[in-house]
């Protein structure tokens, strides 16, 4: 099993900078997979970036592509999204998954391929 807790969403002006960050916990390891999804009210879940549990590899949404970081701290067991020039579209609940598996071996960019979820954490963007 693996616990995750997001933290540092809240309320950010465009053009403004959000840092979330998520605490994972229990049976990780090098075969996972780490990813940011985003859920807007009324739409479906959306992939916003992946990274290997290494943190070798990362792939991000054309939506926040040049604009933001996901990193990994292995030390903490943490994992960060970093998003800059922050437009009213970001707007979303943001959530924390891993997947025991490598990101070759499955579709990376699906909320199906994850098994575990954080609860999420609120970004609203105010125009």
């Known amino acids: 099993q693996v616990q995750l807790v997001e933290s540092g969403g809240g309320l950010v002006q465009a053009g403004g900078s959000l840092r979330l960050s998520c605490a994972a916990s229990?049976?990780?390891?090098?075969?996972?997979?780490m990813a940011w999804f985003r859920q807007a009210p009324g739409k479906e879940r959306d992939f916003v970036a992946a990274i290997t549990w290494i943190g070798l590899w990362t792939n991000y949404a054309d939506s926040v592509k040049g604009r933001s970081t996901v990193s990994r701290d292995n030390a903490k067991d943490m994992l960060y999204l970093q998003i800059n020039s922050l437009k009213a579209e970001d707007t979303a609940v943001y959530y924390c998954?891993?997947?025991?598996?490598?990101?070759?071996?499955?579709?990376?960019?699906?909320?199906?391929?994850?098994?575990?979820w954080g609860q999420g954490t609120q970004v609203t963007v105010s125009s």
């Open positions: 998954a891993a997947a025991p598996r490598t990101y070759s071996t499955f579709n990376y960019d699906g909320p199906g391929g994850y098994d575990y």
């Open positions: 229990g049976r990780t390891g090098s075969r996972y997979t």
